[in-house]
């Protein structure tokens, strides 16, 4: 892999994992249709994923601290209650619990834990058949129709006014079942999950950000889960430089996606991410059933 192909891999994985149009589908697409070997290697593959999320840290990083500060916070007062908890077994004094959950970054946890859930059993479920999906035309081409026709619906549905502070945790659970659907190649991750979040009432802006930052336990629990292989013998050492500089594109190209995420979903704008995906669904089903 030369440098171009690695600047190239960086755009495509920059632009395809926020804005809704599939990234594992185009990349399926590209290897069936154009018989490409894009078969980039485990760490190339875990190093672009790193810069997509260092592009979401970077936009969130206020609301990621802030959750990371609770999260914490809600360890220390769960251990506190274990210890009364303890104590009032053995003791005639009881000692009341402290409400662990008081603020509504606390709640946004939760309900991130809640959605990571189901996404997690999905992937680790229908890994090998997500896989196999993705060495044919056919389901990526009928999943990015889905996807148009999801995002159709993204752009008809009245704006909402849920935020961390009334979202639901049966909300959070349809958003993680939403993610783990997604593993399919052509259906948009991204796509799929700020429509359900439209869907559950979410505020535009709120389904964007819930999206975005419900992926980071996701795509970490997927490269861990991959990485249990890994070996730095299958690692090419001239390549290294290539992958520096197509995890640096996947970051900026991440970064400049999210913010025109944000305009598009307020805009309303994703029916011209629809028509293209649509075609695109089109164009694979045609090369499933002619080539």
């Not at 948009?188 to 802006?205: E, K, M, N, P, V």
């Not at 090419?236 to 979903?265: C, D, H, P, Q, R």
């Not at 649509?278 to 045609?286: D, M, P, T, V, Y």
């Amino acid at each position: 892999m030369d440098l171009l192909e690695s600047i190239l891999m960086g755009l495509v994985q920059g632009l395809a994992e926020f804005l809704p149009i599939s990234s594992s589908g185009h990349l399926a697409i590209m290897k069936q249709i154009l018989n490409l070997n894009m078969d980039t290697g485990l760490l190339f593959d875990v190093m672009l994923h790193f810069g997509t999320m260092v592009a979401i840290f970077v936009v969130f990083w206020k609301d990621i601290l802030d959750l990371i500060t609770e999260g914490f916070k809600i360890i220390g007062d769960s251990l506190i209650n274990t210890r009364r908890f303890i104590r009032n077994l053995f003791s005639k004094d009881k000692v009341t619990y402290k409400n662990v959950i008081t603020t509504p970054y606390r709640r946004f946890v939760l309900l991130v834990i809640v959605s990571t859930i189901p996404t997690g059993i999905i992937g680790v479920v229908f890994n090998n058949a997500i896989e196999e999906a993705g060495k044919t035309l056919l389901v990526p081409g009928l999943s990015l129709i889905f996807t148009a026709i999801l995002l159709t619906i993204a752009d008809r549905v009245h704006t909402g006014q849920k935020t961390e502070e009334t979202a639901s945790y049966k909300n959070a659970l349809f958003l993680g079942i939403a993610q783990g659907v997604a593993t399919l190649p052509g259906i948009s991750r991204s796509g799929t999950t700020i429509t359900a979040g439209l869907l559950s009432g979410f505020d535009r802006t709120f389904a964007v950000k819930y999206s975005f930052i419900m992926s980071i336990p996701a795509v970490l629990g997927a490269v861990v889960y991959e990485m249990k292989d890994f070996s730095m013998d299958l690692v090419n050492k001239s390549e290294i430089t290539g992958y520096i500089v197509g995890t640096l594109v996947a970051a900026v190209v991440g970064y400049i996606s999210i913010k025109t995420m944000l305009v598009i979903v307020r805009g309303k704008k994703f029916k011209y991410f629809a028509y293209y995906c649509f075609a695109i669904g089109l164009i694979a089903l045609s090369g499933h059933f002619f080539l």
